[in-house]
């Protein structure tokens, strides 16, 4: 009998009920919320006279409608009144959560690991596509849609089919001023935005082992860029180390990396599709395009026109085919997000 990766068996450990290869009913152990995606589902909940089923399962933070420098100056009416909804429904719910303004506010896929709510072997979901940040650390972690947000906030529940799996290994040593943004990057240029649809994917290998955690969360982060809506990885010594002492772990921590450990893939795992890639020899990647497969390493040259895609990102960002990123003047350098 063929082993097991991390996925099936986190898959196995929260479904409810239902069949593989149809719609599944998953247990949620984590419900991340913000303020966009979440004020539909709360009025949901209104109208149909329902509670929050588990406020002690679901946290709150502040993110993208707050401006970078002066926080509490939202001059944009929409993003006003969200923020503000999202403080009245809080509240309202009983939801612990992170202040506008207080220590622990930011980017809701920070809040969760800072805090150590995001741990191995949780099944997490949140209305943001990039929650596949949280797999990072061993779980299964996805966006979802308002309606979705919805249906979690009433039942702590949200079917699912299981996706096909796919094994990403980035193998070797990179060399001096190439990071995890590059590894991705350079999978994307070469296998494109589409080959991981309907896919999870399982990032691993010595390259990866050697990364810190906020390296690991960039690579499953974009995982929504090469198609998935998952990427995961094993947890190890450097994911226990970034998660003890932490407010939200376990209370008997050792105990909890005892079982931490049984969840990682077994040797003769079996995937559906399997890439390697050496970042050994990788330059740093950069961007030409307007998608994040339109890339090359810093030393070559952007490509020729191939079709109508290429001369619209061209005529877009201002560039031409047989440039290098060495030849772009630097105007403006945007830093942080």
Same mark, same amino acid.
């Given at each position: 009998?063929?082993g097991?990766?991390?996925?099936?068996?986190l898959?196995?450990?929260h479904?409810?009920?239902?069949?593989?290869?149809?719609?599944?009913?998953?247990?949620?152990?984590?419900h991340?919320i913000?303020?966009?995606?979440?004020?539909?589902?709360?009025q949901?909940l209104?109208?149909a006279?329902?509670?929050?089923?588990?406020?002690?399962?679901?946290?709150?933070t502040?993110d993208?409608?707050?401006?970078?420098?002066? %926080?509490?100056?939202?001059?944009?009416?929409?993003?006003?009144?969200?923020?503000?909804?999202?403080?009245?429904?809080?509240?309202?719910?009983?939801?612990?959560h992170?202040?506008?303004?207080?220590?622990?506010?930011? %980017?809701?896929h920070?809040?969760?690991?800072?805090?150590?709510?995001?741990?191995?072997?949780?099944f997490?979901?949140?209305?943001?596509?990039?929650?596949?940040?949280h797999?990072?650390?061993?779980?299964?972690?996805?966006?979802?849609g308002?309606?979705? !947000?919805?249906?979690?906030?009433?039942?702590?529940?949200?079917w699912?089919?299981k996706?096909?799996k796919? &094994?990403v290994?980035?193998?070797? !040593?990179?060399?001096?001023?190439?990071?995890?943004?590059?590894?991705i990057?350079?999978l994307?240029?070469?296998y494109?935005?589409?080959?991981g649809?309907?896919?999870?994917?399982?990032?691993?290998g010595?390259?990866?082992?050697? &990364?810190?955690?906020?390296?690991?969360?960039?690579?499953? +982060?974009?995982s929504?860029?090469?198609?998935?809506?998952?990427?995961i990885?094993?947890p #190890?010594?450097?994911?226990? =180390?970034? &998660?003890?002492?932490?407010e939200?772990?376990?209370?008997?921590?050792?105990e909890? !990396?005892? #079982?931490?450990?049984t969840?990682?893939?077994?040797?003769?795992?079996?995937? =559906?599709? !399997?890439i390697?890639?050496d970042?050994?020899?990788?330059?740093?990647?950069?961007?030409?395009?307007?998608?994040p497969a339109?890339?090359? =390493?810093? =030393?070559?040259?952007?490509?020729? %026109?191939?079709?109508? +895609?290429d001369?619209?990102?061209? +005529?877009?960002?201002? &560039?031409e085919?047989?440039?290098?990123?060495?030849?772009?003047?630097l105007?403006?350098?945007?830093?942080?997000?």
């Amino acid at each position: 009998m063929a082993g097991k990766s991390i996925f099936d068996k986190l898959w196995e450990r929260h479904v409810i009920t239902g069949e593989e290869g149809q719609p599944q009913l998953m247990y949620v152990d984590q419900h991340y919320i913000h303020e966009v995606t979440s004020p539909q589902a709360f009025q949901g909940l209104r109208d149909a006279g329902r509670r929050l089923r588990r406020p002690d399962l679901t946290f709150g933070t502040f993110d993208h409608n707050v401006p970078t420098v002066n %926080i509490y100056d939202i001059r944009d009416v929409i993003s006003k009144a969200q923020i503000d909804k999202l403080a009245e429904n809080v509240e309202e719910f009983g939801i612990e959560h992170a202040a506008h303004g207080s220590e622990k506010q930011g %980017i809701v896929h920070m809040v969760g690991p800072e805090t150590g709510r995001t741990q191995p072997g949780k099944f997490i979901v949140c209305g943001d596509s990039h929650t596949a940040t949280h797999g990072a650390f061993g779980a299964i972690a996805f966006g979802i849609g308002t309606s979705e !947000v919805e249906h979690v906030f009433a039942t702590q529940t949200l079917w699912q089919v299981k996706p096909k799996k796919m &094994l990403v290994e980035f193998t070797g !040593v990179p060399q001096k001023g190439v990071y995890s943004k590059d590894f991705i990057l350079a999978l994307i240029a070469k296998y494109g935005v589409a080959c991981g649809v309907g896919y999870v994917v399982e990032y691993r290998g010595q390259a990866i082992d050697a &990364l810190s955690m906020e390296e690991r969360m960039t690579i499953c +982060n974009m995982s929504i860029e090469f198609g998935s809506k998952m990427g995961i990885m094993n947890p #190890d010594q450097s994911t226990y =180390d970034y &998660l003890k002492g932490r407010e939200c772990v376990p209370e008997d921590f050792e105990e909890a !990396v005892a #079982d931490w450990k049984t969840i990682v893939s077994d040797n003769d795992a079996v995937y =559906d599709k !399997v890439i390697r890639m050496d970042v050994s020899d990788l330059a740093p990647m950069v961007t030409w395009g307007t998608n994040p497969a339109m890339g090359v =390493d810093f =030393d070559s040259s952007f490509p020729e %026109i191939k079709d109508m +895609n290429d001369e619209r990102a061209y +005529n877009y960002m201002g &560039l031409e085919p047989g440039q290098k990123p060495a030849d772009i003047e630097l105007g403006y350098i945007f830093i942080g997000s």
